[in-house]
C-alpha cells in the first residue's frame, strides 16, 4: 500500500470548516484512500473513502485531485467533538493486503471555541 | 456503537502471566482484524482472520497468538507478559477480506502489565 503524508496537527476554529490535506504521491490505480480518526483512546471511526471521484457522506467530503496523488478531507462546520486525531490510508482493493489497515502518525486536529 | 465488542475493557496482570482478549465482530461480518497500540509505536496491526482462517500478519510477537472460532467471534493470547505489553488492544471487524469496505472497531481492551 502506498505511504500517506499528512501535517502532524491542525487547529481549527469551531463552526467553520476543517480541510485536512493528504499526499499520497505513489498511490497506484487501484488504491483507495480511506479516512479514519480516533477519538482521545477510543477505537477508530471509519469517516470516509474513495477512488478517484469527490465523495460525501453526512460527516464529510473527500476531495481527491485528478492525478490520485494527494486528497483533502473537509469537515464542512467542525466541532469541539471533531478534535481527534485524523488518518489518511492507502488500501489496495482485493490486494494481499486483505483490507488490513495501515495507520501512519495521522493528523491531530484541534477545534477550538 | 460500532457493533463489535471485546472484552475485557480493563486488564491488569503480572510480568510472565498469560491472557486472553476476546472479540464479537458485528452480527454478519466474516473478517476479524487485531491492532495494538502503545504510547510509542501508535496503532500497529497484528494478525487478520477471515472466516476462521488466518489471512494476514503483521507485526505480531511469536508469544501471541489468535484464533477465530466457528461463531465468528476470535480471541487473542498474549502469554509471557512483559512490560512492554501494556496497550490498548483494539479488535475490528468487516464483511469480507476485499478492501472496498470499511472496517468497524471495538472500542478496546487497556491491557496493563505491572
Known amino acids: 500500500d502506498a505511504k500517506t503524508t499528512q501535517p502532524p496537527s491542525m487547529d481549527c476554529a469551531e463552526g467553520r470548516a476543517a480541510n485536512l490535506p493528504c499526499n499520497h504521491s505513489?498511490?497506484?490505480?487501484?488504491?483507495?484512500v480511506y479516512w479514519y480518526r480516533q477519538i482521545h483512546s477510543q477505537g477508530p471511526q471509519y469517516i470516509i473513502h474513495?477512488?478517484?471521484n469527490n465523495e460525501t457522506n453526512e460527516m464529510a467530503s473527500l476531495i481527491i485531485t485528478e492525478d490520485r496523488k494527494s486528497s483533502t478531507l473537509i469537515l464542512p462546520h467542525a466541532t469541539l467533538r471533531d478534535t481527534a486525531v485524523y488518518y489518511c490510508?492507502?488500501?489496495?482493493?482485493?490486494?494481499?493486503?486483505?483490507?488490513?489497515?495501515?495507520f501512519g502518525q495521522g493528523t491531530i486536529l484541534t477545534v477550538h471555541p | 456503537d460500532s457493533g463489535v465488542t471485546q472484552t475485557p475493557k480493563h486488564l491488569i496482570t503480572a510480568t510472565g502471566q498469560r491472557v486472553t482478549l476476546r472479540c464479537s465482530p458485528r452480527?454478519?461480518?466474516?473478517?476479524v482484524y487485531w491492532y495494538q497500540q502503545s504510547l510509542d509505536q501508535g496503532l500497529q496491526f497484528l494478525i487478520q482472520?477471515?472466516?476462521?482462517?488466518?489471512?494476514a500478519k503483521g507485526n505480531i510477537l511469536e508469544r501471541f497468538s489468535a484464533q477465530q472460532f466457528p461463531d465468528l467471534h476470535s480471541e487473542l493470547n498474549l502469554s509471557s507478559l512483559e512490560l512492554g505489553d501494556s496497550a490498548l488492544y483494539f479488535c475490528?471487524?468487516?464483511?469480507?477480506?476485499?478492501?472496498?469496505?470499511?472496517?468497524?472497531f471495538g472500542q478496546g481492551t487497556r491491557l496493563t502489565v505491572v
Open positions: 505513489t498511490i497506484s490505480g487501484n488504491e483507495y
Open positions: 475490528a471487524s468487516s464483511p469480507r477480506h476485499i478492501s472496498n469496505t470499511e472496517a468497524f
Open positions: 474513495g477512488l478517484k
Open positions: 482472520y477471515y472466516n476462521g482462517e488466518e489471512r
Open positions: 490510508i492507502a488500501l489496495n482493493a482485493g490486494g494481499t493486503s486483505y483490507g488490513k489497515l495501515t
Open positions: 452480527s454478519g461480518d466474516l473478517s
